[in-house]
Every structure is written in C-alpha cells, then in structure tokens.
C-alpha cells in the first residue's frame, strides 16, 4: 500500500512541477486570459464596480489577488507531496524539513528564471509567496502524519480492549 501511495505522490509531484512550470512560459497576454477565467468565475465583472472606485481598478486589485493566490497554492500543494513523500519513507527530521523547504524554494527559483524567457518578470515576492506556500504544504503533511498516527493509535487500543474483553 505505502509503495503505491509512494508511486502516485511521485507521479502528481512530476504533474505539479509541469503544471507549475507550464504556466510559467505563458507569456503576458496568455497569463492574463488565465487569471481573467478564474475572476470569471469568482465574481461576475458588474460586481467589481463600486461607487468609491471605478471597475478598472478592482479588476487589478483582484487579478493581483488570483495570481497570489494560484502561487500559494500551486507551492503549497508542491511542499505537502514533497513532504509526504519524505514522511512515507520514514524521513520526518528537521534536516528533511529543511530539504524540502529547499527544493520548494529551488522550484520557485527555476519557475522565475522561467518567465524571464516568457516576456515576463521575474519578482523577488513571488518567491517569498511561493516558500510560504511550500511551508504551509509541509504543515498540513506533517498534521495529515500526526491525524493517521492518531487514528492507528486508536484502532491499536480498540482492538486490544476487544482481545480483553
């Protein structure tokens, strides 16, 4: 079981980096159609508009908000498979911790290069965005460790009251 776990995290952590990477060599205009199908479906456009501001402006504000978003989140699933991975193998120390934090921010580092060659720009606080998101991937690891150990320890003393019983 642990070895089929193991070969689908590989697998989705491969999909991830090409995901990730992928979008990265869209260029400005492709980028953008992205983000516009994602504000598309959170909010209908005639909602953007308010009487203090004009619609333009909380467009910007929310198309900046959708590509921080994707960021985080992007990272962070690419930390919890990185770091359950780890986990799986038995390597849940600090070092390993630390490891992961340096692929997250290895990947993030590649996936800036990238957009240099895409016409786009490369910024400093989209890798502090993506660690970010690779620490709180390896959080929820570590709480989805400590949730399945939880849940052994629990089936483990059921079954021995059962055998008392």
């Known amino acids: 079981m642990k070895t089929k776990i193991l070969y689908i995290l590989y697998v989705t952590l491969t999909l991830s980096i090409a995901a990730v990477w992928g979008q990265s060599c869209l260029n400005k205009q492709e980028s953008t159609v992205n983000s516009d199908m994602v504000i598309d479906m ?4 005639d909602e953007l508009q308010t009487q203090d501001q004009g619609q333009f402006w909380n467009y910007m504000r929310l198309t900046a908000w959708v590509r921080k978003a994707a960021h985080i989140i992007e990272y962070m699933a690419l930390g919890m498979q990185m770091m359950l991975i780890l986990l799986l ?8 911790c630390i490891c992961c934090l340096y692929a997250g921010l290895t990947l993030a580092l590649v996936d800036e290069t990238i957009q240099i060659f895409s016409s786009r720009g490369p910024l400093v606080s989209d890798l502090w965005i993506d660690l970010a998101g690779t620490v709180c991937g390896i959080g929820v690891a570590y709480l989805c460790m ?8 629990r089936k ?9 019983n």
């Open 89 to 96: 193998k038995d390597k849940n120390s600090l070092k390993y």
């Open 156 to 164: 483990e003393k059921d079954s021995v009251q059962e055998v008392l």
């Open 146 to 153: 400590l949730l399945v150990k939880k849940i052994k320890k």
């Open 42 to 45: 959170i909010t209908p456009v």
